[in-house]
């Protein structure tokens, strides 16, 4: 009973969150720009802050996570950390030799007022960025936003410095991911593959946060989207953004920068969103979607009509981006589950409305917050119970005091593996999900029949 | 392969043997350096958090509070306040008019929510700038409420983590000498500097009540606020790790006249010394308590040596790298290894002091690294340099290891078998049998390419892989 001090009776709380369903902007600034190949990321600030970062991001990846700070101190909190990042940029391109520092600030470099590009322009004035080098930046006060904002606001930095075009259209187009997992961007790449569509993804964390065992720590692995290849975004046919929140910036951005027409789409999680998302390839590009797709969302088709039976009216509890949220409760809707308690810690406007709307079919109350956070669900939960609950690690604590299986999903997840190899996205991550979502459910059937109504046969 | 070390930092790496010892550190780290180091806060809330009675309110935008969500496996055999996170979560306007009133609102309904012992807020970054006066909010619910509630001066920027052990001992300072102590034994002593990881200071607490000693406070694994109300009761302090809780014991020492001694209870050599040195404080009180203590080390060790004796075997000669947050737990590493035939090439910490260099200095062999606030960039260098075949280390530095194909151990936060006393020598020596061992280094690409080279230039045979590989 790790959280007994979790009260059934719901007050109205008003100064305090108890069990955050988020974390803070840099973190997701962070992430992003690993997704840059040859990118160190920096924070500007203390260096509690990047450590936890760090942290976080290698206990979700167990990759090593790289990223620099300008180690703020008490002098630099009253007179401002210029002198901090100017040297920080010329001590980074002199020793780790990136081709791209992404710097990001923290609550602290805000507050203090530091002003990003005026530095960068100082320290290039000064010879600290060598030639063909290149200092990015995107603001990222945690008291404003989440991860989610922080992942958003990087992804459109890479727009802002180096999108150009020269005119001169290519036969490309621009595929930013959403704040999912290196497996996932993979699986993107691959469904437009098939379907014959030459893409530049970014950011791209595969083969950066998901690489092999190779017996060598390389600071900057092979992954990563290209500075050259982020160049050229200006020059695709169209840019396809996946999750509003955290793609939509960098795809309006695009297009008011460089007039690369955009479509911004739901995550494509489960069938109908995936849909959405081929479909879009398809008549963007004006391809065929090729057989081998169509067997795909057959065979996970396939596993919805074989156990239909043991999803009907199952009901579950979600926390997580309002992304990711959004996609999901759509495809467990469509399935026939029973999304009844949803929370993410992120304020996202159109958020409950969409989930109001997605689940209006659902015949049971429905709750939604945002923001909301995992006492507020654990307490929703006491009150009306759920079957299932899919989240992620955090909500571990809930499901071992009530006793409830949990599938994770979502950021960050510290206690398993899977995440960064295997897709959630896409028609195969649909019947990856529903394996593990069949998997907890069953098991948990299995062991809690009685005897006589045990069953061999499922 | 070059190893690559900021100019600025030449003098934080030392090669025994090839110049007198001469070490700079206690140094800010360098602008840029990816520093493996952490901040105040975090040096704050690893040493007050394993209270558990104690409601631990982070007073910061959500990040600072989201981070240190239990993540130290900090056990309790009771409450559990202190594994919940508690927030004021800033926002924008909080930042602009200040986070007072909120933070009153916020520790005001927690109080009455779980009626905790005590409170600790945490200062952040943040907050030290807005000028929030954490001070007079926590008076005036203090006064309200009838609990204390203290404020904890962790903004992150004022140091490293070292500063942060600081001022939570500051904040626990405030508590002690409030509580009764009438009734505590002459023959008895408080725990500090022991965070209860994997249930260690229960071990420890066992080892003291063989030896008739009764153990007040535990600072603060598994601790109790009522307990560290009534530390100034106890007739000694022990303390464990350099950093975390020696402040403590001085303030202790200054107000309280509480002698303290500094004690490691890891490896077999450390936990022995550790519990005659207790043993030699109380002889005049209790002149049987050597025979006692001896008769404890001889129990414990008649039962380890013989389990220790065949890791031994296969490790020996085996190659050691150490990296940890405070210099002291490198002494007591060096040695175990030393007690399980390996040898330490590289030993490093975040935050150690001069004195704590020149004394790895000593104990460690000609040829070793020493390393003040490394960067992995440095540390992988070194790993390969001195090709070992274990990595102690951090989260941030396990995955460097397991990248480069060699083995790890976690001595910090996310150890998950007890590594303290005789018992935890013993699970020292599995684990790192276990990876240093383990058969999938094998498969790794930086061996094939060692045995490959080696195979071309030595003979076609290599009986010591083969024959320690096989056994598990
Ligand atoms: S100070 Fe801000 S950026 Fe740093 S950890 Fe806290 S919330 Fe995140
Ligand atoms: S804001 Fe300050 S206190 Fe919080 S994590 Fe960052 S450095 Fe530490």
Redesign the interface.
Known sequence: MLLRHTPKEIKQRKALTINPAKTCQPIGAMYAALGIHSCLPHSHGSQGCCAYHRSTLTRHYKEPVMAATSSFTEGASVFGGQANLVQAIDNIFTIYEPEVIAVHTTCLSETIGDDIPQIARKAEAEGKIPRGKYVIHVNTPSYVGTHVTGFSGMTKAMVDYFSKSNGKKLDQFNIIPGYVEPSDMEEIKRIAEVMGVRTVMFPDTSRVLNRPQTGKYDMFPKGGATVQALMSTGDSLATIALGRMASGAAARALDTKCKVPCEILDLPIGFKATDRFVDTLRKTAGINVPDSLSEERGQLMDIVTDMHQYFYGTKVALAGDPDQLISLTEFLVSIDMWPIHIVTGTVSKDFATRIREITKGVPHQVNVSTPGDMFLLHQWIKNDPVDLLIGNTYMKYIARDEDIPLVRFGFPILDRIGHSYFPTLGYRGGMRLLEKILDATLDRKDRDSPEESFELVM | MTT?I?SERKDQVHRKGEQPFQMACDR???????????????GSRVVLYPIADALHLVH??????????D?RGALSSGP??H??????????K??IFGGE??????LV??ID??EPKAAFVYS???V???GDDLEAVCKRVAEEKGIPVIPVQSE?????KRAGYNAACRAMFRLIGTGDISNISPLSLNILGDFNLAGEIWIIRNYFERMGLETVANITGDGRVDDIRRAHGAALNVVQCSGSTMDLAKMMKEEYGIPFIRVSYFGVEDMAESLYSVARVFEDKDPEIMNRTRALVKEELQELYPQLAKYRESLTGKKAAIYVGGAFKAFSLVKAFRLLGMQVVLVGSQTGTEEDYRELYEITDEGTIIVDDSN??EL?AFL?EKDVDIFVGG??E???A????VGFCDHNHERKEALEGFIGMLNFAREVYSTVMSPVWRF??????KKSRRAATESKFEPGIAACSSQA
Do not use: H, M
Not at chain 2, 101 to 106: E, F, I, M, V
Not at chain 2, 402 to 405: D, H, I, N, R
């Open positions: 690559s900021f800010e780290s360098l602008a840029g350096a990816v520093s493996q180091r952490a901040c105040v806060f975090c910061g935008p959500i990040g600072c509070a989201s981070y240190t969500w993540i559990a306040l594994r919940l996170s508690f927030s004021t979560d800033l926002q924008e909080d930042v009133a909120k933070l009153y609102q916020a309904e927690l929510r779980y952040t970054c943040i030290g700038i807005i992150g920027f004022k140091g490293n992995p960039l992988s390969q989260v941030k396990r995955p460097i397991y990248k480069l194909g790794v690409p930086r061996r094939e390419l």
